[in-house]
Every structure is written in structure tokens, then in C-alpha cells.
């Protein structure tokens, strides 16, 4: 949907003839990096093509109208500045609805509502995290247009504040930090503990990042997630008592194989391995894509799905089906789950000449094992979170 419509809609939906300004929060994919961010590791997320727009413009009085193109059963959902409680009548909005909450609550002056309409391109239950697109195009939207003064990444941790404490869910950092301060042609090295980061450059020239959706919708229950993390945990107290360290991010594998005989499950092992290998696993990635070397990043991003396949086991035959038919097509570099793991979706890194035959062939194994189709899309690497104008319109 390009912006002449999307302004289109908004002039019939508020009922005004007032051109909007536009915003735009991409998606993100993880390359490497899953499961780290609560292990005291390091993640490494891109932002993308994908993504939410949202078109607004202030009204004269304290009135919030929000409407989503992609839940247009919910109608316009409307509050007041002075009444910003979470509402399970509110549906998708309580998440700008919680922005507005978090930028008041930290002291900026938004003096008046705005008509606001919000649609987005990223696919549901993929797990390229379209709630935290909709925050961070809500903040940027708030900054612009109430022209307030605010760091980028206080933003980014409002963003999550309303993920933990006002819509409820127990999220790192990583997804609004790969939004809200995406580079086009770069992923981010981040340190979730410390919120350091260094851009690493991605010079895709002869090649194209592949998302595969396995369009098994994400049931990485509560428990399973708590579970992981509690192996986690219990390996770490074990290491503990010999070893001083604050989290599995500080170990080198070296380290670890040196030192994991002190941990007394061999499960609560595993995980620990993974966690341990692949926090390393992110920081050589950085500099294999320092000095461009794309093949030997290929091959971090397979032994990371290994590693979460064997080791943190939270792959599925579904993900695996996809990741192991990619690694059989010609001249890919290297595939992975990314996200969460148990459906959502895999990512590749693929020529830019066999991207028809690579969805072709990848499709039909999938479909003959598990019996429905993938969905693909070709992503390019762009900017964060941002105000866009007409000729910028990514679709």
C-alpha cells in the first residue's frame, strides 16, 4: 500500500482533509545471537524492509483516535490523554496507548491528542516483533510531532517499558534497540546487560537475506521460556562455586569446557553450551562482516541453529525441515532459526540469481514433510525508526 493511499485512508477515516506526516518503525531479524540476551550475552538484530507506518496529525483538543488498517474489525479506538490506563477493550492500541502513558509519566509536554492511523507489513506470529514497531513509530511520532527533545535510546527503553509493565510481557531490550537504531547495510551488535553497541556492515552485493516463515505461529509457551532460562540459571549457580562470574556471557568456550564438569546436570550443560558458544559466536560475527568475509558468517549462522537445534533444543521439526532444505540449495552461505524458536521464522542468506529456485525447491520439501506451504520474503537491511516523506514509501 503506497502513501497516497494510506493518506487516502486517513482522510476518511477522521473525516478531514488535513495531510498527515508520516512515520515508519521497521521489523527486525536476529541474525545470530538467540537466547543470549538473558545470559548476560550479546545479540545481533538487523532492522528491515518490513515494517509499520503510522500517519498523524494533532487535534485541538485531548482527545486519542487510533486506527490499524490490518484490524479494521476494531474500529476507531479512542481515549484521552487524561485517561491512559490499559484497557483490554483497546486491543492493538494499547500499545501506542502506552507510549503516550510512559512519554507523560517521564515528564514530556503533550498538550493535545491526534488522529492517528497505523498499518503494518510484517507478517503476523512471524516473530519479527511487529509490536515493538508499532512502540517505536508511536515514540517517533511523538517526538516529531509534538516537537519534544528525547535520546533515541531513552525512547528504546520506553518502548520496553511498555512491553514489561504495562502490557505485561517479560521481553528483553533487543527488539525496540534493533528499531529504533537500525542502520541500512548494518546489523547491531548489542550487549543487552550494558546497551553497548557497534554496527557491523553487511555487504550483501551478490547475495539476498531470505525470511522463511514456517507459518507455524510461535508456542514458546511461558513455561517452556521459564524453563530454559531456570536450566540457565541452575548452571550458572553451579559454575559459580568455583568460578567468579556474573552471567554465562562472561565465560570463553575455553573457559567453559575447562570448567563444566561443575555443572551437575547434563541438561542444565547443554544449555549452558549453547548460551556460552553462541554469546562467542556473535562477537566473532562481527568480525568476520568487519572484513566482509560473508561465507564465514554463513557458516556462524549454521552451527548457531545446530547449537539451538541440539544443545538449547528449540528448533522443531518445522524449522528444521526449512533450515536443513536450505542448506541443500546451491550457493547459500547459511541458514538459521531466528527469534524465539517452536515456528516463527527461519532466515538465509542466498544468491541474488536463485532466489526463485531457492523458494521453489525449499517450499516443496517443506510442503511434502509437513504438509502446508512456507511464505518468503526478501529483506533489505534499512534505517530505524524515522520520519519519511512520499518518495521514501518502501512499498
Known amino acids: ?63 486519542l483516535r487510533f486506527y ?13 490523554l487524561s485517561n491512559l490506563k490499559f484497557d483490554d477493550g483497546h486491543y492493538w492500541a494499547n500499545y501506542p496507548k502506552g507510549m503516550f502513558y510512559n512519554f507523560l509519566k517521564d515528564g514530556f509536554d503533550i498538550q493535545t491528542g491526534a488522529d492517528i492511523l497505523y498499518y503494518g507489513n510484517i507478517p503476523n506470529g512471524a516473530g519479527l516483533s511487529s509490536s515493538a514497531s508499532i ?37 528483553g531490550i533487543m527488539d525496540q534497540f534493533a528499531i529504533g537504531k537500525g542502520k541500512k547495510d548494518h546489523a547491531i551488535l548489542l550487549d543487552c546487560q550494558t546497551l ?8 550483501l552485493d551478490r547475495h539476498v537475506i531470505i525470511i522463511i516463515n514456517t507459518n507455524k505461529r510461535r508456542e514458546l509457551s511461558g513455561s517452556k521460556y521459564n ?21 554465562l556471557g562472561d565465560l570463553t568456550e575455553e573457559q567453559f569446557e575447562d570448567s563444566k564438569h561443575l555443572i551437575k546436570n547434563e ?10 558458544y553462541e554469546n562467542q559466536r556473535t562477537l566473532q560475527a562481527l568480525e568476520q562482516l568487519k572484513q566482509g568475509n560473508l561465507e564465514r558468517f554463513g557458516l556462524l549462522m549454521n552451527q548457531s541453529h545446530l547449537s539451538l537445534q541440539d544443545d538449547y533444543q528449540v528448533t522443531g521439526i518445522e524449522l528444521d525441515t526449512i533450515v536443513e532444505a536450505a542448506w541443500s540449495q546451491e550457493g547459500v ?63
Open 1 to 63: 500500500m503506497n502513501t497516497e493511499k494510506l493518506i487516502s485512508q486517513f482522510q476518511t477515516t477522521f473525516t478531514t482533509d488535513q495531510s498527515p506526516r508520516i512515520f515508519f518503525a521497521p521489523g527486525r531479524i536476529n541474525l545470530i545471537g538467540e537466547h543470549t540476551d538473558y545470559n548476560g550475552g550479546h545479540v545481533f538484530p538487523a532492522s528491515i524492509s518490513f515494517g509499520t507506518y503510522a500517519l498523524a496529525s494533532k487535534r485541538s483538543d485531548n482527545k
Open 68 to 80: 490499524s488498517i490490518n484490524f479494521p474489525e476494531n474500529g476507531v479506538i479512542e481515549c484521552d
Open 135 to 171: 512502540e517505536i513509530a508511536t515514540g517517533v511520532l511523538i517526538e516529531n510531532l509534538y516537537k519534544l527533545d528525547i535520546d533515541r535510546i531513552q525512547m528504546i527503553q520506553l518502548g520496553q517499558s511498555v512491553e514489561n509493565h504495562y502490557i505485561g510481557v517479560n521481553s
Open 196 to 203: 553497548n553497541y557497534y554496527y557491523a556492515p553487511i555487504q
Open 227 to 247: 524453563e530454559r532460562r531456570a536450566e540457565c540459571e541452575r548452571a550458572l549457580g553451579d559454575l559459580q562455586t568455583e568460578l567468579s562470574i556474573q552471567s
Open 267 to 276: 541438561i542444565d550443560r547443554k544449555r549452558a553450551k549453547h548460551a556460552v
Open 333 to 395: 552461505l547459511g541458514a538459521r532459526m531466528t527469534g524465539a524458536g517452536f515456528g516463527g521464522c527461519a532466515i538465509a542468506i542466498v544468491p541474488k540469481d536463485s532466489v526463485d529456485s531457492f523458494k521453489k525447491n525449499v517450499n516443496q520439501t517443506y510442503k511434502n514433510k509437513i504438509g502446508y506451504e512456507a511464505t518468503f520474503y526478501v529483506a533489505t537491511i534499512g534505517d530505524g525508526a524515522k520520519e519519511i516523506f512520499k518518495k521514501e514509501c518502501y512499498e
